[in-house]
């Protein structure tokens, strides 16, 4: 079997493992055949990062039906590059997740994993496929499963910020239908590159600037951009660890990876932002999402919430990257959705584990665990760290390369404005810091021990990743550089 | 293969073991560590270079020239003398933290390259606050808060600047700056917040006196002197340089005049003596440069003793307000005489460190023509024996005696200190083991007839008139009779009144810019209890947002 008819099961893999493991019994059969495919699906994502690399495109069409009919996998540097975060974020944090499982959702567990595993396909479904109406599909497979993941959250909340995300997904879901509809009857293609040679065709057409703009804000929903970010802190405070942790790895990533595939792909980037004011938009709504994301954060008195709006501020630097419109900025875009799923992955699998130990990720509960708990807090510091940009750490990486893109976009006014967001988070990581080190820790508190090892060594997995590519940056500044030049069509 | 030897990379590597060695053995390695790493400084040859290739960017983490020798020697020793002085103190953190600063100072100042320097900058910045949070009080760590937030500024323009530098001139390496345009002031700017030059100073007197005991010995070498280090590199011979350090040496002095305690007093003296060390780097001559390098060197140790005496009567007696000290001379006679030794050092004394390195500065501007340069940098002098060499012990170790009987320090502080007094002392009387190592070849004697009497008039003139007061003062209230005598004495009105404009002007300044930080603070913490931010918003303001960005977006889509 060649590399090509091997690339399609990293999403099938999880998707048939799915329906297996909601009938296993019990709690190990369950989480170890889905930990089993996820780091299937990991082997095969690194084998096709790599296929790519060499080969440039990789294309498969399911069922032998040729492409315009059929639907076709159309894997480049760009989705190579989105997937291997996500297995590799799943594998990891499947392998993690069990003790926090065993704890917050006691029962039922194969019927969790399964949607786990759905989720899992679903992002990869939408990262992989050349086909917009798939890209549909598989974005609804992926929601529907993590809204019901999110609602198994212990906390009665969690199902009521399920519900408001179903509510605001399903939303998002339906622009997105829509303006997949709009290209439907405009081309009579739902193929991505068939697409992208039609639509030239047409020229000036109110239908096509219409759907377009359903696009966008569909899946402007989905990836949180301010001021449509309203759904997510609930639902990242209340969903179980293993879940928070994952979808704020991914989930987001996965959303602005499809829209850039919209806007630079499917239709071309000097249609996309002459068409609509895209840069414009983009612009005013990263800066909106920096500060209100940040300021908000500061004002927390939830870590886990804290997490989730320093998520919304991060999503800002992304659409900040991708409104320059410029390879170096679509770069700095991918570079740092993939330098964010690691300090993000890391900073929810410490608060995961605090929850574990404590019960509560309430800042309060915070106050003097640092001696308590040395490993997971010094793992908590060291991620924020990368989160604020302190070299030698990837988010330095991320903010050298944002910036650089700002200059060489001739926006040096938004240098100031990166600069004091991340001023900003400085200040909640330093929070944090101050609380778990300098507090006392009270008396009435209740007795906790470190973590376990199990527990701890993925935590510092992901740490250690951080500082390995905030020095080796060959593999995540080659890769989101090539995946810039791919959408925007450069890299053959 | 001894290239490879990068004596920051093994401090901060052998800063690690210090976290879970257990207290003898951590003892023996804080000993061992600075000693293997002062050796292998002491290795470095002059001219070498290490050139690594790293994301297609070249960078240069190791280049050790005449410049940044002399920094790296003195950083090592002083790593070592702060250990010493350290010993007993069982806390790891602090240790762990005092180590890694050091080694992001010295790899600062071998850094061959900007992005190297940038690291080591921002790993200063986060093991510095360290020590003084350690101190382990609340006033401590709003001060620590403050410090970081400062820092992050100056470490946030630093990092804009280098991108703007390599953006304009495509290279890395880190010389002097010769483009114009933002690249350059943005460095500038952050190089002088770290320089503490006002009116970018106010973390220092704010931060170092909230240190824990032997954390300030630390802060007093490492980050003013890379800055200086980076200024000398980066900004040799800029004018405006001349003029900031001019006024920092005075602006020192005079607020170290006002304040009560003795390390506050002492903070306000690095500004002072590092004014002294900008204004070298705006003459930017070789004699300028290298008496600045030397100055740099003798500095850090009469201030690292000095600062050790004031943190040995703090730790022993655990009071530092001068109003409530007195007469501790019986009790600690070795901390004392020490301290006094490091007093006539700053003060530029004959036969100590200040003498021969701070007149290098007063000579180059003399040599360049620089008349009122020369005066003000002589006025500053005066001011630095009034109050680090005969206020600060008088009302400290001499003068009333406030009934403390404190033992004296213990001993490995003592020898801390007592090696620090010895370098002074040495320095001061065999300078030419000093001129051996500075950047440019001098040809300098400090020995000179008229240096000495120049000197030695100056200094003598203000002791009489120190000892001239205190024998008029007597009685119990020090302070208002002190102001008393100078108001009755007719000409003085003016000097009094331009100083008290001064310190009024500097104190409402750095009183509006941490009033500024505390009141956002607050204003955080209000917003944290009263709740608005913290709630849920319904699914019908999503869909409402969500119809907005739609509509705006169309319709100025369609518009256009």
């Known amino acids: ?492 | 293969m001894s290239d490879w030897l990068h004596p920051a990379l093994i401090l901060a590597l052998g800063a690690l073991p210090l976290a879970i060695l257990p207290q003898r053995a951590r003892q023996i390695w804080q000993l061992a560590l600075p000693i293997v790493v002062l050796s292998i400084v002491m290795g470095l040859e002059n001219g070498t270079q290490v050139t690594i290739e790293l994301a297609g960017l070249e960078l240069t983490p190791l280049r050790a020239d005449g410049l940044s020798l002399v920094f790296a020697y003195i950083f090592a020793l002083i790593l070592l003398i702060g250990n010493i002085f350290a010993l007993q103190v069982d806390d790891s953190a602090q240790h762990v933290a005092a180590t890694l600063y050091a080694a992001s100072g010295l790899g600062a100042v071998l850094a061959g390259d900007l992005i190297t320097l940038y690291v080591c900058w921002e790993v200063m910045m986060i093991a510095s606050v360290w020590l003084i949070w350690r101190r382990r009080r609340q006033a401590a760590y709003d001060a620590g808060f403050r410090y970081l937030i400062v820092h992050a500024l100056g470490g946030m323009l630093l990092l804009a600047g280098i991108i703007a530098h390599w953006q304009q001139t495509g290279s890395l390496a880190f010389d002097a700056f010769t483009t114009t345009g933002p690249a350059f002031y943005l460095i500038l700017v952050a190089f002088l917040i770290n320089a503490a030059a006002p009116p970018l100073h106010a973390w220092m007197p704010d931060a170092y006196p909230e240190a824990s005991v032997t954390g300030t010995v630390f802060l007093s070498a490492f980050t003013t002197k890379t800055a200086v280090y980076v200024l000398a590199r980066g900004y040799p011979g800029t004018e405006i340089l001349i003029w900031i350090g001019v006024f920092m040496t005075l602006y020192g002095v005079t607020y170290a005049f006002l304040v009560n305690d003795i390390r506050r007093l002492l903070a306000y003296h690095i500004m002072s003596q590092v004014g002294y060390m900008v204004a070298g780097v705006g003459i930017g001559t070789a004699l300028a440069i290298s008496g600045t390098a030397a100055h740099a060197f003798t500095h850090i140790l009469y201030k690292a003793l000095l600062l050790m005496g004031a943190g040995a009567v703090l730790h022993m007696t655990g009071r530092s307000r001068l109003t409530d000290l007195g007469g501790l001379y019986r009790s600690m006679p070795v901390t004392f005489l020490l301290y006094m030794v490091g007093g006539l050092s700053i003060s530029a004394f004959p036969l100590f460190s200040g003498f021969v390195s701070k007149t290098m500065i007063i000579e180059a501007a003399a040599v360049d023509g620089r008349g009122v340069v020369f005066l003000l940098m002589m006025l500053a002098g005066v001011g630095t024996f009034m109050s680090t060499t005969l206020k600060l012990p008088y009302y400290t170790f001499l003068g009333q005696d406030a009934g403390l009987r404190p033992t004296e320090a213990p001993l490995n502080m003592r020898l801390a200190m007592g090696i620090a007094a010895l370098l002074c002392f040495l320095i001061g009387i065999m300078p030419g083991w000093l001129y051996a190592i500075l950047p440019y070849p001098v040809d300098y004697n400090a020995y000179t007839a008229s240096h000495l009497l120049k000197e030695a008039q100056l200094l003598l003139f203000t002791g009489l008139a120190f000892f001239l007061l205190v024998n008029m003062l007597g009685g119990k209230n020090k302070i208002s009779l002190d102001l008393d005598w100078f108001y009755r004495v007719p000409g003085r009105h003016a000097v009094i009144a331009l100083r008290d404009g001064i310190s009024g002007a500097d104190h409402q300044f750095r009183q509006g810019f941490m009033s500024l930080l505390r009141r956002g603070e607050n204003y955080v913490s209000h917003l944290r209890l009263t709740g608005w931010p913290l709630r849920s918003w319904p699914t019908g303001s999503m869909a409402l947002w969500t119809a907005v960005v739609l509509a705006l977006l169309l319709v100025a889509g369609l518009r256009g």
């Open chain 1, 1 to 492: 079997m060649n590399l090509t008819e091997l690339m399609p099961f990293s999403v099938l893999i999880p998707l048939i493992a799915a329906p297996l493991v909601a009938l296993l019994p019990g709690r190990v059969a369950p989480w170890l055949v889905a930990s089993a495919s996820a780091i299937s699906a990991l082997a095969i994502a690194v084998a096709t990062w790599i296929g790519v690399s060499q080969a440039g495109v990789l294309r498969y069409a399911f069922g032998n039906w040729p492409p315009p009919i059929g639907i076709e996998y159309r894997v480049d540097a760009a989705n190579a590059f989105v997937a291997l975060l996500i297995t590799a974020m799943a594998a990891i944090m499947l392998i993690w997740g069990r003790a926090t499982v065993n704890r917050e959702v006691p029962e039922r567990q194969g019927a969790f994993y399964a949607l786990f595993l759905l989720a899992v396909s679903g992002l990869l479904g939408i990262t992989l496929t050349g086909d917009i109406f798939n890209v549909f599909v598989f974005l609804e497979i992926s929601s529907l499963a993590t809204y019901a993941l999110i609602a198994h959250g212990g906390d009665r909340r969690a199902l009521l910020a399920a519900f408001r995300y179903l509510i605001m997904g399903t939303v998002g879901a339906t622009f997105l239908l829509i303006g997949i509809g709009f290209l439907y009857i405009m081309t009579g293609t739902l193929n991505m590159v068939d697409l992208a040679e039609r639509l030239p065709a047409i020229g000036e057409s109110r239908a096509l600037q219409v759907g377009l703009a359903f696009i966008v804000v569909g899946l402007a929903l989905k990836l949180a951009l301010f001021p449509l970010h309203l759904w997510l802190p609930n639902a990242y405070t209340y969903a179980p660890s293993l879940v928070s942790a994952f979808i704020a790895a991914t989930a987001t990533k996965v959303a602005l990876y499809v829209m850039l595939r919209f806007i630079f792909t499917v239709f071309a980037p000097e249609y996309s932002f002459s068409a609509l004011p895209l840069a414009m938009a983009f612009t005013v709504l990263a800066i909106g999402a920096m500060f209100a994301g940040s300021w908000l954060a500061l004002l927390q008195d939830n870590l886990k919430r804290l997490l989730a709006y320093s998520s919304v501020a991060q999503v800002g630097y992304m659409v900040l990257g991708v409104s320059f419109g410029t390879v170096l900025g679509l770069s700095a875009s991918f570079l740092h959705l993939f330098n964010h799923g690691l300090m993000k992955g890391a900073l929810f699998v410490a608060a995961g584990i605090i929850f574990h130990q404590t019960g509560s990720v309430r800042l309060d509960s915070l106050r003097g665990l640092g001696r308590v708990m040395p490993w997971t807090l010094t793992g908590l510091a060291l991620a924020g760290l990368s989160l604020i940009g302190i070299p030698p750490t990837a988010g330095f990486i991320s903010k050298w390369y944002l910036i650089s893109a700002a200059i060489d976009a001739q926006q040096t006014w938004l240098v100031v404005l990166i600069l004091l967001s991340s001023l900003m988070a400085l200040a909640y990581i330093a929070r944090l810091v101050e609380l778990a080190w300098m507090q006392p820790r009270p008396a009435d508190a209740p007795q906790v021990s470190e973590a376990p090892i199990g527990l701890l060594a993925p935590l510092w997995l992901l740490v250690l990743a951080n500082f390995y590519f905030g020095i080796d940056t060959r593999l995540t500044v080659g890769g989101a550089t090539a995946a810039a030049e791919a959408l925007l069509g450069m890299g053959g």
